[in-house]
């Protein structure tokens, strides 16, 4: 009997550990039994390689929404980015690494003017964000003529459809390289609890010697760089600079954020969140579910993966209060 | 209808894992008066509150309310049988009007819609009836929080209240918004409603109540009519054992001055000409009424609002304190009064709540945090405050006032604060856990820290302090050494600079 009931608490730790993985590891067991082309290498690696995007994108957004603000803009700045690369390295013949560079600068000075909007003139950051996504995509209308660019150089390609050794595509890699970095930030950094603290509430933060506007900013800033970077790789990938492909991207990045439940403060959870958008997204082709009837079903994904994490954090915090 | 009680539990008794929360309760209350109930924090008066409201079912006992045997399994049966309970949290809408509060979710209907006329007149009628000056199209909002009870109050009675619960009513208040409360229980009182009064301010138990009901340890200690029990045998019987002496024995060990403030003044004019001086080893008591201009000094004093003129000088020179990090750098801590909205990041680590102020001391190379440090020096308190929690990685809202006290006390420590600020230390904390915030404080003033205590406890503030100055209305109404303590001293102050104006 005793046993037994550690063993189910043991199980619901280890769940609880997991969080958002538990569900990719459920979504991966389920579809690789109902289906021979799952659980492929090939299908692997394609799964990650789609969602690299979204990812890197949710890492910016994860920052925001755990600091307590949310960014609708980043599909936009995303794609603000991609045409700008694109447009210097064309147009005007632009040493590709150095464009880029100059298109995520731009994607930091969008996000500190969100986040100076947010944090000093006190507007919400739902409106001002919204807001933005109108101000940037004009911005992209005016700068590209509403034309795709196209005739990118090679390099650029690469950064999206490039591969290592043939088998470990160059967007994967990018975007664990900068999971890696943004983990770290989050767990290692003042800047990383601060946003924590910050997000958790903030006049406790301040009355602890946090610089609560910084720290806002500060987080705007991140999520416009990583949106950026996102943007960069989309365009390599697309193989062009396309004035309306990152419509979807900010509310699937958030839709990454809310399924991971990264409130829970690890930013691999966002990995995990897209990874499951991302898993659902392929199963329900490889089942032939039709793209309308995709969408339903992703909608609902996202109420029940969030009503899993309730529940889960209802448990947890069961567990605790019971322990102390 | 023929008793003399409006209120019998027989044998109530409720069981959670691992804890009775309440055993074999047996009391009356009696019809129209006013019931004091006290005791601890974990006595079991909430969960009592809560199987009269219908959010918990007793495993066992039965209740009577106004003679007849009833069963209360949720809210709507508590509600309609007539029993009202008023918690520290309103349930209001700030932005309605009084009338539409009072009418919510059974507003007059006149051919299916609204009907305003109905609802402002019906509003007004009651209103009237216990003679409360309140409009009924005042928008809650703009009331003041006593107001505000006050209608909370007037909308349970509306529904044919027969028993109205109150919960800390007046932990938010000021002094002369308790007096328009004590007035409303008087009315309810007049009116034949019956009240059970939860306090943890004892004077206002002696002062309002007719009867003291003491629990303790999920157990019905005692029911006693108020003129039959002194203060000290009340908390004797809540704390289960003699009152002990509360107080350490001061024996101060008193240094330079620290602390210099002089001619400090705010903008909104809540602290005005405020001067005085803190010497290394003192505890200062700050004494005065709830809305003297205590909280807004120490406010000043860390940075956390803006100074409109004056000086503050430590270590004999004038600093410009801009913001908490400067305050913190010049190495003043912070206890706020408001522990919950201030104090604690409720659902993080205790860990996370030690270290919260110290990112910069704990971070290596400007910006790298170490985790593992946090924890070490986070269990380094612990053992040192003697912090009850099972680890440091306890989601800090799990532990007991007096612990979480002591954690956001560790946070200054080890922010290495000199200069300590303490509002209210020991508000909503057990008479137990007071004794080992108050031997707490004590020491670190040995330790050379120097320390101010404001507090609304006389005698916490004659206890503790090696003197006292008392604020009024936003400057210092007087000075008084810890040879010439006395209530009588301290609350003329506090009232002579209100007479004044």
New interface residues.
């Given amino acids: 009997m005793n046993k037994s009931k550690s063993g189910i608490v043991k199980v619901q730790q280890a769940v609880n550990k997991l969080g958002a993985w538990f569900i990719v590891i459920i979504l991966s067991i389920v579809l690789s039994i109902i289906s021979k082309n799952f659980l492929t290498l090939n299908n692997v690696i394609n799964v990650v390689r789609q969602v690299s995007v979204t990812a890197i994108v949710g890492l910016g957004v994860s920052f925001v929404v755990l600091g307590g603000e949310i960014d609708l803009s980043t599909g936009m700045m995303a794609t603000f980015a991609g045409t700008n690369a694109a447009l210097l390295t064309t147009k005007q013949d632009m040493n590709t690494w150095l464009a880029i560079l100059i298109a995520i600068l731009i994607g930091g000075l969008i996000g500190c003017f969100s986040g100076v909007v947010v944090t000093y003139l006190k507007v919400p950051s739902f409106i001002t964000t919204l807001a933005m996504q109108y101000v940037i995509n004009g911005l992209i209308l005016l700068t590209t003529k509403s034309m795709p660019v196209t005739g990118i150089p090679d390099n650029f390609v690469m950064l999206g459809r490039g591969y290592i050794g043939n088998v470990f595509p160059v967007p994967v890699l990018i975007m664990l390289v900068l999971f890696a970095i943004g983990a770290f930030v989050l767990k290692y950094t003042i800047f990383g609890r601060s946003v924590l603290a910050v997000g958790e509430k903030p006049e406790v933060a301040r009355l602890s010697g946090i610089s609560v506007n910084k720290t806002r900013v500060l987080m705007f800033i991140v999520c416009g760089v990583c949106a950026a970077a996102a943007g960069i790789v989309m365009t390599g990938r697309l193989n062009s600079g396309q004035p309306t492909s990152g419509q979807d991207l900010a509310l699937e990045a958030l839709a990454a954020v809310y399924i991971g439940g990264t409130f829970s403060g690890s930013m691999l959870n966002t990995l995990a969140g897209a990874l499951t958008w991302g898993i659902m997204n392929n199963g329900l082709n490889i089942l032939g579910v039709g793209p309308h009837w995709q969408k339903i079903i992703l909608g609902f994904v996202i109420i029940a993966a969030v009503l899993l994490d309730i529940a889960r954090t209802r448990i947890s915090a069961k567990q605790s209060a019971s322990a102390a | 209808m023929g008793t003399d009680y409006i209120l019998e539990l027989n044998g109530i008794e409720k069981s959670f894992?691992?804890v009775k929360a309440l055993s074999n309760i047996d009391v009356k209350f009696e019809k129209g008066v006013v019931h004091g109930l006290v005791g601890e924090n974990g006595a079991g008066k909430s969960t009592l509150m809560k199987v009269l409201s219908g959010a918990y079912l007793p495993d066992s006992g039965t209740i009577n309310f106004d003679g007849e045997l009833v069963d209360i399994h949720k809210p709507s049966d508590a509600e309609r049988l007539g029993i009202a309970i008023i918690y520290q949290e309103l349930n209001l809408l700030n932005k309605m009007t009084v009338a539409e509060n009072i009418y919510i979710g059974r507003s007059p209907k006149k051919a299916g819609f609204i009907s305003w006329k109905e609802m402002m007149r019906a509003s007004q009628e009651i209103l009237d009836e216990f003679h409360i000056d309140i409009a009924v199209d005042a928008v809650l909002g703009n009331l003041s929080i006593a107001e505000q009870q006050i209608i909370e109050i007037v909308k349970a009675i509306s529904k044919n209240a027969k028993l109205v619960i109150m919960d800390e009513p007046t932990s938010s208040l000021t002094e002369a918004e308790i007096k328009i409360m004590f007035e409303m229980i008087e009315k309810m009182r007049k009116n034949h409603v019956t009240v059970i009064y939860i306090s943890h301010k004892f004077e206002e138990i002696f002062e309002i109540c007719d009867t003291i009901n003491i629990m303790r340890d999920g157990e019905f200690i005692g029911q006693y009519p108020v003129g039959d029990i002194s203060r000290d045998e009340m908390i004797e019987k809540m704390i289960g054992r003699k009152l002990v002496r509360q107080f350490p024995e001061r024996d101060p060990d008193i240094g330079d001055v620290i602390l210099e403030v002089d001619g400090l003044c705010d903008f909104d004019n809540k602290v005005h000409e405020v001067s005085f001086e803190l010497r290394a080893g003192e505890i200062l008591g700050i004494s005065g009424l709830v809305g003297a201009g205590r909280t807004e000094l120490l406010e000043l004093l860390?940075g956390?609002s803006k100074k409109k003129s004056g000086k503050i000088i430590i270590d004999g020179e004038e600093v410009n304190i801009k913001?908490?990090?400067d305050?913190?750098?010049h190495r003043i801590g912070?206890v706020?009064e408001n522990r919950k909205?201030?104090?604690?990041?409720?659902?993080?680590s205790v860990a996370?709540n030690v270290?919260?102020?110290n990112?910069?001391r704990l971070?290596k190379f400007?910006?790298?945090?170490?985790?593992n440090k946090i924890n070490d020096v986070a269990e380094e308190y612990v053992d040192l405050l003697s912090v009850k929690?099972?680890s440091v990685a306890?989601?800090i809202r799990?532990?007991s006032g007096g612990n979480q006290q002591k954690v956001i006390i560790a946070?200054w420590l080890y922010?290495d604060s000199r200069i300590l600020l303490l509002d209210e230390p020991t508000r909503g904390i057990d008479v137990g856990a007071k004794k080992e915030i108050y031997d707490l404080i004590n020491e670190l003033s040995h330790e050379g820290k120097a320390v101010i205590l404001v507090s609304s406890e006389l005698e916490e503030i004659i206890g503790m302090s090696d003197r006292a100055i008392v604020m009024s209305e936003g400057s210092i109404a007087g000075e008084v050494d810890k040879a010439d303590f006395s209530q009588h001293l301290l609350t003329d102050y506090a009232l002579r600079g209100r007479a004044k104006n």
């Fill in positions: 894992p691992g860390f956390a913001s908490p990090k305050a913190i750098e912070f706020t909205e201030e104090g604690l990041l409720l659902s993080s996370m270290a919260v102020a990112f910069r971070a400007g910006f790298y945090v170490n985790l929690t099972p306890q989601p799990f532990l946070r922010s």
